[in-house]
């Protein structure tokens, strides 16, 4: 199973909702990922272990693993664009 | 009660607040929480805007989404606010560029299983733009609830 961080400020609010749509949105297409969340300042150190990073905000790093930074997952704005880039990643 | 309340003691409507900065927003919004959170609320929300700011791109009626972490918060709760003109936020994740926020959601949440759900619901609607042009136009708080829970209809 693919592993998916999501990152925000605070990794209760913003990445909750984030990783909420994230799921519905790749369920419907089929994908059944694990869905992780933590804090900005956290990426560097936790990225090692996921296949993909997604995040609302700036990071210092993800150790070499590919990041989708955006807020279309809170605003729906370009959010069917972001969901093709991330199963592109994926697979 | 709607889909909005799922998860949350209280969501606490506040139309057409007059504030003159991000700052006064953020300390207006703390304040209405109440009891709902601790007195150290306020400075972990503040703290959080400058380090990290929410203020989301929506087009029309832009929102942010100032918050604190769990560990300031008493009972789980929701400001809805409209703002009578707009102020600027910086953006998510872009913190060189503002928004002008007409609408500023503070939600209270003491653990993601929670209260997660009911925020995710009210983002879902504030995707709405006819949502969020009838929050912002709202002149009491009946008026901003009945236009969350009636879906812009």
């Known amino acids: 199973m693919k592993k998916i961080l999501v990152a925000c400020g605070t990794a209760i609010a913003t990445s909750t909702v984030v990783a909420k749509k994230l799921e519905d949105m790749l369920k419907a297409r089929g994908l059944d990922v694990r869905i992780d969340q933590c804090k900005a300042s956290e990426v560097p150190s936790k990225a090692a272990a996921y296949d993909l990073v997604v995040s609302t905000t700036e990071v210092d790093g993800t150790a070499g693993k590919p990041i989708v930074r955006t807020l279309s997952f809170l605003t729906g704005i370009g959010i069917d664009a972001d969901v093709e880039k991330i199963v592109g990643l994926l697979s | 009660m709607g889909q909005l309340l799922h998860g949350v003691d209280d969501t606490i ?16 919004l703390a304040a209405a929480l109440g009891d709902h959170v601790l007195p150290s609320f306020v400075g972990a929300a503040l703290a959080r805007e400058k380090r990290s700011p929410t203020g989301l ?20 709760a929701i400001v809805v606010a409209s ?3 707009p102020v600027k936020f910086r ?14 959601v503070m939600p209270a949440l003491s653990s993601k299983e929670q209260a997660g759900a009911a925020l995710a619901s009210l983002i879902q609607s504030l995707q709405d733009a006819r ?21 812009g209809r």
């Open chain 2, 83 to 85: 703002l009578a003109s």
């Open chain 2, 13 to 28: 409507f506040l139309p057409r607040l007059a504030a003159s900065s991000d700052r006064a927003v953020i300390e207006a």
């Open chain 2, 57 to 76: 791109p929506f087009p029309d009626v832009a929102v942010a989404i100032p918050h604190a972490e769990p560990e300031h918060v008493a009972r789980p």
């Open chain 2, 131 to 151: 949502i969020r042009a009838a929050l912002a136009a709202a002149a009491t708080a009946d008026e901003m609830r009945a236009a969350v829970e009636g879906g």
């Open chain 2, 91 to 104: 953006q998510m994740g872009s913190p060189r560029a503002t928004v002008d926020a007409a609408l500023v």
